[in-house]
């Protein structure tokens, strides 16, 4: 753990030393901006849905193809912070697309084992979700549709969704196509073997043009489990690819609450190495024209019944 954290912090001042700034290192990159950034249901007061990184991130990611790309329906209908409360119904797994539908994105992911529709709750285990069962569940999620028929909510379906992946180990062609994604303003979801310590703070950095946004850095938690976020960010300092854990690295929101700093919680945005941690990242290039919804709403009651088939 100590040598590990001694590299961290040997790589940050690598980030500090290319532009000689210091901790507010101006450095080259890109950053998506307006991501909703909802934590992990369990951040609000919400029992029953433990190791959620990976639907939160998939709401967050879900929920900007909605709020700013324009996929109206894909996802709850609000941007963030006005979603809906959770709706807590019994028998089933349509609770009200809170969070820009993270709770639902848990069913088409079966996380925790989660795949009986007509459960309120996944089950009670200690299993997150299968790393291949994550861009699939995005897909299925973004292909689903239905009528909430408490809150009246309409889920869209958008049949002609495309995803894609890159797993380890990490190519020159897995890092173009993941800062080509963001410089096209698309989020994508990155996938960890360990997350950060959020008690050790390394200081921050910014990206050029990004003045105003700070970007923290911590050392790697190897007490932590596997952990899936989104990437809306990069920093590339050399152009090429370097692979050496101090040249490229993911700009991520965490999909927990804090402070950042150091005082309990990371930030906003936290910036890893891509090094050996790196499991996987999952795409979606495109969320086209939707279902028409009056067709939905008049065949709501057959989509549902196919779904549960």
Request: charged content about 15%.
């Amino acid at each position: 753990m100590r040598r590990k954290m001694i590299c961290a912090a040997m790589a940050f001042a690598v980030l500090a030393a290319v532009s000689g700034t210091g901790a507010w290192a101006q450095l080259s990159g890109n950053l998506i901006l307006n991501v909703p950034d909802w934590n992990q249901p369990a951040s609000y007061g919400i029992a029953g849905y433990a190791n959620w990184c990976s639907p939160t991130a998939g709401g967050n990611l879900l929920g900007y193809w909605e709020d700013v790309m324009g996929c109206v329906g894909l996802t709850d209908r609000q941007v963030m912070p006005n979603g809906p409360a959770y709706a807590n119904k019994p028998n089933t797994y349509q609770q009200g697309l809170s969070n820009d539908g993270q709770v639902e994105m848990g069913f088409y992911m079966g996380t925790q084992g989660w795949v009986n529709p007509n459960a309120q709750f996944p089950p009670n285990t200690a299993f997150g979700t299968a790393l291949g069962m994550i861009g699939p569940g995005l897909k299925a999620y973004a292909l689903a549709s239905w009528v909430d028929p408490t809150s009246g909510i309409v889920k869209v379906a958008y049949p002609a969704t495309t995803t894609g992946k890159d797993v380890k180990p990490s190519t020159p062609l897995m890092w173009q196509r993941y800062t080509n994604e963001i410089n096209a303003g698309r989020p994508v979801l990155c996938s960890f073997d360990k997350w950060v310590d959020p008690q050790q703070f390394l200081g921050n950095v910014t990206i050029i043009g990004f003045p105003s946004q700070q970007l923290e850095k911590y050392p790697w938690d190897l007490d932590t489990d596997p952990h899936t976020v989104v990437g809306v960010g990069y920093i590339d300092i050399t152009p090429g690819f370097q692979n050496n854990g101090q040249d490229e690295w993911f700009v991520c929101q965490d999909g927990w609450p804090g402070p950042g700093g150091g005082f309990g919680g990371t930030g906003q945005y936290v910036v890893v190495p891509l090094d050996t941690m790196w499991q996987q990242n999952d795409y979606v290039f495109n969320v086209p024209e939707p279902v028409t919804v009056l067709l939905l709403l008049v065949g709501a009651g057959v989509l549902r019944r196919r779904r549960r088939c």
